[in-house]
């Protein structure tokens, strides 16, 4: 078949498309990328005015400083970020998805109301429930524990939003064929309904983990001892005793940022598909 000839001005808004893209990525991308070379500098280039964009001559001092610092425990500062991000992405992932599933196909007495009211917490900003958090934890013994940064958020109100739009999609001739076959509610489940939420589970995933990862504000409430320090109060730790040097800070920034930037590179296939799935939908 010869091909369609396309017309200038299609050819126009396509290529004027592409550029306003293109104007974006560099957009969202030149202060990461600016932050990344800087971080490279000596104080002297760091001083500089006007400054140069690439270090003139790049050391890694910043970085073999925040590492071999002996003041703070930074292995065990990382492990306890990665610790409650992955207990924190595990646990809602299973508590949004199988809350999702029941008020996707399931009719009970409330379900309404109970929905409502889940949905009234996305509007609740953290501040407000902050106290009630902290009471909680007071109770539970687990002040000055990475406990009392997991349990308070075990259950998320938009993951719960998410996976019930998503689920209920799915065709429930597939539930019911399998209750036909003697499955039970939680086999069908995990054997049915969890094998077809990849791109849901992995979006609710990133977000999950960038929201923990980042978290500054309850971490600073609840831990009391250096050794139990997440990644963020390791930076600010650094942005107090070490106003001065530049390059440190920023050292610190950019070590903050690469996991959430490696973990979005691993599921962005997934990210994708959901994004297209929703377009679809």
């Keep these: 078949m010869p091909k369609t000839k396309r017309s200038p001005l299609w050819l126009l808004g396509k290529s004027g498309a592409y550029a306003v893209l293109l104007l974006g990525l560099v957009a969202t991308l030149l202060p990461f990328f600016y932050i990344m070379v800087s971080s490279l500098k000596n104080e002297a280039e760091l001083r500089k005015t006007p400054p140069d964009f ?12 925040i590492l071999t610092d002996e003041r703070i425990p930074i292995e065990r500062n990382v492990m306890n970020s ?9 646990i809602t992932l299973f508590t949004s998805s199988y809350a999702g599933y029941i008020f996707a196909k399931y009719h ?8 409502g009211v889940i949905l009234i917490q996305i509007m609740i900003p953290f501040q407000v429930v902050m106290i009630p958090n902290y009471l909680l934890v007071v109770k539970l013994g687990l002040i000055d524990s990475l406990w009392a940064l997991i349990i308070p958020s075990m259950v998320d109100a938009y993951g719960i939003f998410m996976m019930k739009q998503f689920i209920e999609s799915m065709p ?5 064929a399998a209750r036909i076959d003697g499955a039970t509610e939680f086999g069908i489940y995990s054997r049915i309904v969890l ?13 999950t983990f ?18 139990k320090r997440t990644i963020p109060l390791l930076v600010v730790w650094f942005q107090t005793q070490h106003s001065s040097n530049q390059g440190l800070i920023l050292a610190a920034s950019i070590l903050t940022l690469l996991p959430i930037f490696f973990v979005y590179i691993f599921l962005q296939r997934w990210i994708v598909d959901q994004a297209t799935q929703s377009a679809f939908k």
């Design 54 to 65: 690439f270090p003139q001559e790049p050391t890694l001092k910043h970085y073999i400083t």
């Design 82 to 90: 990665v610790f409650v991000s992955l207990m924190r992405v595990g």
């Design 108 to 115: 009970f007495r409330g379900k309404n109301l109970a929905f």
């Design 172 to 176: 429930g001739e597939l539930m019911d």
């Design 195 to 207: 094998p077809q939420m990849g791109p849901p589970l992995a979006s609710l995933g990133i977000f």
């Design 210 to 227: 960038m929201a923990t990862w980042n978290d500054y504000l309850w971490p600073l409430i609840v831990l009391t001892s250096p050794e």
